[in-house]
């Protein structure tokens, strides 16, 4: 297996690869390749940083998921809050329309704090770093 050569077909399937694997494998292993080193070790290293970003990026996800629960559950108490306070303030009950309009900019508002939430836990999971190599 040492002497095996890869096909252009596997080359080209190895550079398709998602960022940043696919620059980082290509160039990895067409310089080793030009150099007549081996492949095998680099590409078992390469497999095994993967399986580590794959492990990594499921813990974050994990992480992510309680903070998104929190934000969607805060946003579902918007409602039940608004209904409360209408059955608890008779001055709320002469203004109808106008809680129902501030109970739905905060119903909104909240949903936006959580997709905003997304995002950030999205751009987080490397601690602030860029994984472009």
């Known amino acids: ?20 694997w696919g620059t980082l494998s290509g160039e990895s292993l067409e ?25 990594s990026l499921a813990s974050a996800q994990a992480k992510a ?18 209904a409360a306070l209408y059955y608890l303030l008779p001055v709320v009950q002469e203004n109808l329309r106008s809680w129902i309009l501030l109970n739905a900019l905060g119903l909104i508002l909240g949903f936006l704090a959580a997709l905003w939430l997304i995002r950030m ?7 602030g770093r860029s994984i472009r190599l």
Request: with cysteine.
């Open 1 to 20: 297996m040492g002497g095996l050569v890869p096909s252009p077909n596997q080359w080209f399937a190895l550079k398709r690869l998602p960022h940043p």
């Open 31 to 55: 310089g080793l390749r030009a150099c007549g080193g081996s492949l095998l070790p680099t590409l078992r290293r390469l497999r095994n940083l993967a399986e580590e970003q794959d492990q």
């Open 65 to 82: 998921s309680q903070a998104f629960a929190q934000a969607i559950a805060c946003s579902a108490l918007i409602p039940l809050l608004g």
């Open 121 to 127: 836990t999205d751009q987080a999971r490397w601690g």
